[in-house]
């Protein structure tokens, strides 16, 4: 893959090396940045909600872009990451955020890898959000509210991270460089998700070259994937929790969505676990619909390919909640039973969220 990827990205790396169009820009974004209400107090980092690779090294990369540039500015999280960000940041050896699960009244925050309040710290709706980096479609919290939003519907959060450091003539030490290429490769599954575009190739091709990982960086991804894939000891309830996002308003509904993946033998079962714990979710979070995606895991038909032991296989798409099978029945297909519908295409949660909305905002 490194091979086809570095003919792809040489000569774009080069042009975008060598011409100084950026100076401009960049003198704006500096100047962007001085005219900010920082305040006194320290400035909080914070990516979403039920934490994810991506969520934590995002605001880990950037606020550590906005101490070298002169801002009091830390990293954190507003709840307990998931087991494949401990398993990177162990492998990679750098420290996670602390946590601090709310913040009191005009703290001053910069989001990444979110747009929505019901995904964001406890309090950011009474704090002041001085900037937004993220790479998903805006949501409830208005960008006209955010002095400064940089939003770019590429692979990661870190590889828009990655372009800033590039285009401000900031240096990536190692240790940025590999909490950068963690969130790059979560996001994007090593450049394999639907969701990967041109800008994050090169800065896998960048980050991955500056680090020497051309022979371990498949390896690495394949744990990784592992890592978020297991849900051994876990309660069922926090399995269904492990990567969900909420969103207060699509189309008047408080809606959350679930992403999950289980090899096709335990599906039945696991989808029966899973429908059983979604009502006590609903009622706890106080939400209108519920769902999940499941990717569906099959033994790769390719078994000389040791790092892929799995393939996905369509998906299923669970849900709880009045209303919710005539949503799934119109954005994924007539139900297989109560509570499940399949899709031979592999979703994304993105593209469930396009759908939804576009669907309410039609229904409303
Ligand atoms: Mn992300």
Redesign the pocket.
């Known amino acids: 893959m490194l091979a086809a990827i570095l003919t792809i990205c040489g000569s774009f790396m080069f042009t975008a090396c060598s011409t100084d169009n950026n100076a401009e820009e960049e003198g704006e974004f500096r100047t962007m940045l001085k005219s900010l209400d920082w305040g006194t107090d320290t400035t909080f980092v914070y990516?979403?909600k039920t934490p994810?690779v991506?969520?934590v090294c995002?605001s880990l990369s950037y606020a550590r872009l906005m101490r070298t540039l002169g801002y009091n500015c830390k990293a954190k999280v507003s709840g307990a990451v998931n087991r494949e960000t401990e398993f990177i940041a162990n492998l990679f050896g750098f420290a996670l955020p602390d946590l601090k699960s709310n913040v009191i009244p005009q703290t001053r925050l910069i989001l990444t890898?979110?747009s929505e309040y019901a995904q964001s710290v406890d309090g950011a709706k009474e704090a002041v959000i001085l900037q937004e980096i993220?790479?998903?479609a805006e949501g409830d919290i208005p960008d006209s509210i955010i002095p400064y939003v940089r939003r770019e519907m590429i692979?990661?959060?870190?590889t828009i991270i990655y372009e800033m450091y590039r285009e401000l003539g900031v240096e990536i030490d190692d240790e940025t460089a590999r909490i950068l290429l963690a969130?790059l490769l979560?996001?994007t599954r090593n450049l394999t998700k639907a969701t990967t575009q041109y800008e994050d190739s090169v800065a896998w091709v960048a980050l991955v070259t500056q680090l020497h990982l051309e022979d371990r960086v498949d390896e690495i991804s394949r744990q990784m994937s592992e890592a978020s894939n297991n849900y051994y000891g876990m309660s069922d309830i926090d399995i269904f929790l492990s990567d969900y996002k909420e969103y207060d308003n699509i189309g008047g509904k408080a809606i959350g969505i679930g992403s999950l993946d289980c090899k096709a033998s335990e599906m039945e079962d696991f989808i029966n676990r899973m429908l059983a714990v979604m009502p006590q979710v609903m009622n706890d979070k106080n939400l209108d619909m519920l769902f999940a995606k499941i990717d569906n895991k099959v033994p790769n038909p390719d078994e000389s390919n040791p790092d892929d032991l799995f393939v996905d296989d369509g998906t299923y798409f669970i849900y709880c909640g009045e209303g919710s099978q005539t949503v799934a029945d119109s954005i994924i297909g007539p139900s297989l039973r109560e509570g499940v519908a399949y899709s031979k295409e592999k979703i994304s949660r993105r593209q469930i969220v396009t759908m939804l909305t576009e669907l309410m905002e039609r229904l409303q």
């Not at 692979?155 to 870190?158: D, E, I, R, V």
């Open positions: 990516g979403h994810d991506d969520a995002s890898d979110h993220d790479h998903h692979g990661a959060t870190c969130g979560s996001d």
